[in-house]
């Protein structure tokens, strides 16, 4: 296992004292995508959004494991950059 193989992109929007809402998107797409949701959403909730490896800016993973054991790592590597322990995912195609 490699969470570390590749190079995240991951952004905050919204307060920082607001529940945390992580962000993802579906294959083929890009984080880019959430830019109505990043609007409707980042007045009540702090927004985490990150590119899954490969698209968007982030970089291909050394392994070019793209499993979803390792989407499932890399999320896991995201939620754990926070500070807080209660989450919400929104996954959007």
């Given at each position: 296992?490699?969470?570390?193989c ?7 929007y ?9 962000l ?5 797409t ?13 007045q ?12 968007g800016r ?7 494991d793209y499993?979803?054991d390792?989407?499932?790592d890399?999320?896991?590597?995201v ?15």
């Amino acid at each position: 296992m490699c969470v570390r193989c590749y190079a995240s992109i991951v952004e905050s929007y919204g307060p920082s004292d607001a529940p945390p809402l992580i962000l993802t998107h579906g294959w083929g797409t890009t984080s880019t995508e959430c830019y109505y949701l990043k609007r409707q959403l980042g007045q009540r909730f702090r927004l985490i959004v990150w590119d899954l490896p490969g698209v968007g800016r982030s970089t291909r993973p050394r392994n070019r494991d793209y499993s979803l054991d390792a989407f499932a790592d890399h999320l896991d590597a995201v939620a754990a950059q926070l500070s807080s322990s209660v989450l919400a995912l929104l996954v959007y195609l």
